[in-house]
């Protein structure tokens, strides 16, 4: 059974830091892009960083300099490292995977970002 499961998300004061992981099972992680998304209550889903099967990365502008994607495929876990955390990161974030003929979403976990 695949299975996407996030963890790390929880309160952090504006300048702090999270590590989220996203731990897979029921697939091989090397064959598959991936992905972290976030989604602010009453904003659309939006792509936050990426790293590909083929070992590119890319981000968002606004978390650029601030958050890093990587993955240990021996261990079929992803992360991502948030530093500097602002408000306006509040957010679920999920994990997501994809090849070309497969795709799959986590729970999400929560990032709050509040004094």
């Known amino acids: 059974q695949v299975q996407l499961v996030e963890s790390g998300g929880g309160l952090v004061q504006p300048g702090g830091s999270l590590r989220l992981s996203c731990v897979a099972s029921?697939?091989?992680?090397?064959?598959?892009?991936m992905s972290w998304y976030r989604q602010a209550p009453g904003k659309e889903r939006e792509l936050v960083a990426r790293s590909t099967s083929a070992g590119d990365t890319n981000y968002v502008d606004s978390v650029k300099g601030r958050f890093t994607i990587s993955r240990d495929n021996a261990k079929n876990t992803v992360y991502l490292q948030m530093n500097n955390l602002k408000a306006e990161d509040t957010a679920v974030y999920y994990c997501?995977?994809?090849?070309?003929?497969?795709?799959?979403w986590g729970q999400g976990t929560q990032v709050t970002v509040s004094s």
């Open positions: 997501y995977a994809d090849s070309n003929s497969r795709a799959y």
């Open positions: 029921g697939f091989i992680l090397w064959r598959y892009s």
